[in-house]
């Protein structure tokens, strides 16, 4: 739990320090998830990218925001996006209350994720769960795909 706090805190010297002492980079800890998944719902880029290094998993699915992609996506957050994508995420990977990453990005209004997560070869097709694209430029940009 405390490593979950520090994580989604912003903390990237301690993270790294209870990391060097046998901190589990995958453990799971309630609503955000995994410490992947909490960096990225606060948009901790430098914390993805020390986590990554440790051996973070991308595509656990914990918590009720899905993966650490739907969970970026949903944020907007897209050079973390990217750096997942980079680093093996699943674009199509479905779990969680959006679904998957694209719907997450599309219900956000986030169109520049939007744009990262279709090039990456996202379904427009794909099945989400509760959430839809409510943005008119989004809507068109899937309708384009289509």
């Known amino acids: 739990m405390l490593y979950r706090l520090v994580v989604w ?4 010297t301690l993270v790294e320090s209870l990391l060097e002492r046998g901190a589990d980079a995958n453990s799971y800890a309630g609503y955000h998830g995994t410490a992947m998944q909490a960096a990225c719902e606060e948009g901790h ?5 020390l986590l990554l290094t440790k051996g973070a ?10 993966n650490a992609l ?12 990217q750096t997942l994508l980079d680093n093996g995420a699943n674009v199509g990977e479905q779990g969680g209350r959006y679904g998957n990453a694209l719907q997450a990005a599309s219900f956000g209004g986030h169109q520049e994720v939007v744009q990262v997560l279709l090039d990456r070869g996202a379904s427009i097709n794909a099945l989400g769960e509760y959430y839809g694209a409510g943005h008119e430029d989004i809507v068109q940009m899937l309708r384009s795909r289509a």
Request: hydrophobic letters at 30%; one cysteine or more.
């Open 57 to 66: 998993k991308i595509c656990t699915i914990k918590g009720q925001n899905g």
């Open 45 to 49: 880029e430098q914390i993805v990218r």
């Open 70 to 81: 739907t969970v970026a996506s949903a944020k907007g957050y897209k050079n973390i996006v």
């Open 9 to 12: 805190g912003g903390h990237e």
